[in-house]
């Protein structure tokens, strides 16, 4: 096999990830990236093996070799890998993490590999891998005979010991190849949306019932298409409590092919589009920032950022509230579902590691009772059971985010809203208030995104909560308007 060519210079200090076969490189290159190279498959110069990415530490961007990724490409002897494409990375290199598995020991390809290495005259960390929960120590002391300096433990399939050992990298490379410190640069906003548009669409246009028009309403009741969003891919945003499994389920939904990736015009290469793929279409990812900060998971950990969340939301047009089942639902997911209700957007409730989950029937019982108590403005509120981890079931959350995108667009004929209201006040008169009848005449759906009605009516300003709430109730069940936030404005007449 001829030794590759060297990878095209991209002038940022170049870390190399090295060592036998097994011990892990490609898990430490995915949670180091936080599989960002997995989503700039289209750019020039990066493969789709994920060989070479980039990884943000401590704020300096830094380009990430997986030899792994060139082990494949070569020879089956780790004397053929060191003449190819390995061999000429880790010549290449500012810096390489040597990656023994602390659960193993030191093997002899460890000491092959380790003796090589020295020879080349890099700096070089030794990483233990596999240290979860202090597993392996006693493998500790023996790579320090390996003569490549202090091990460091960490685990890069369960995250620990990753942002010490960003630390360290960042600490062992020469100061002058270091980029500056990048802002946090937030996502990059689209232009700010302009002023609704107001066509006046008379009850005719909408419904194609003339009669049914009451000239008086004509002129307020309009249909104002929202045009702050483009149409065409669905957006959706994965939001709940650090540890729900977000990452891993975006990961599993990401590392099935179905995504198609890419730049799109402008956006920054750090915000990539990030499209999910299914027989059915498309929909895209909007909150790409929560897979970047996955590498550096234990700052993700320590708190949930409600402004993040609140971010996604707003960018959102179905949001996924994961949860993680064995812990049924928590106070905390309640209060993400009421942002998810005030800021207006669609909500799928997954409950994810059902794979970890003893009694389902009883587990799912005990979550839709807190939802009929706690959570009563997502009544009908999609539910989706699946495990992230082993993927069982997760082909089922496409379709409900695609369903609930569809009650959150649609429109209800004003002719039928307005029989439905005749019946509802028929059945249940509104109150007197301050002993006075308010007396309520027409209503009209006047926005989608969510659905929003607007009732007219003689003092309908005053209507009580709890009648508001019935109207609610019965346009949800009547017009199966479950799982998305309804609203209802009032506007009194004379
Ligand atoms: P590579 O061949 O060196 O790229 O190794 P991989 O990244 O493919 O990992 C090899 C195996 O080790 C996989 O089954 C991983 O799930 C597992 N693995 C990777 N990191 C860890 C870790 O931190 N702890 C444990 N227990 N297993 C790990
Ligand atoms: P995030 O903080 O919401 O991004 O959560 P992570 O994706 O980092 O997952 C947190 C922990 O839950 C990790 O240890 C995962 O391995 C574990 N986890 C995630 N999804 C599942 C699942 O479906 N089943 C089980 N049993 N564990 C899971």
Redesign the pocket.
Known sequence: MRPEAPLPASGLPTVVIA???????????NRLTGRRNALVADFPGVTRDRKEGEALMRGRTIRLI?T?GL?EAAPDSLFGRMQNSSALAVQQADLILF?I?A?AGITPADQHFATWLRRQNRKVLLVA????GR?GAASAMEAFSLGLGTPIG?????G?GISDLMTEIVDALPQGILPPVAEEKPVKKKEKPKAPVEETVSFATLTGEADEIPEEFEEEAVFIEDETEEPGVLKIAFVGRPNAGKSTLMNRLLGEERMITGPEPGLTRDSIAVLLRDEHGEVQIVDTAGLRKKARVEEHLEKMSTSATIEALKRAEVVVLVIDATLGLHEQDLQIARLIEREGRACVLALNKWDAVEDRTATRQAIYDRLQTSLAQMKGIEVVSFSGKTGAGVQKLLPAVRHAAEIWNSRVPTGELNRWFDMMLERHAPPLVQGRRLKLRYITQVKSRPPTFLVFGTRAEQLPDDYKRYLVNGLRETFGLTGVPIRLQLRGTK
């Not at 891998?129 to 979860?132: S, V």
């Not at 960490?154 to 369960?158: K, L, P, Y």
């Open positions: 060592g036998r076969p097994n011990v892990g490189k490609s898990t430490l290159y997986d792994a082990e990656c598995d659960r891998n596999k240290a979860e597993a960490i685990s890069a399939e369960h620990e």
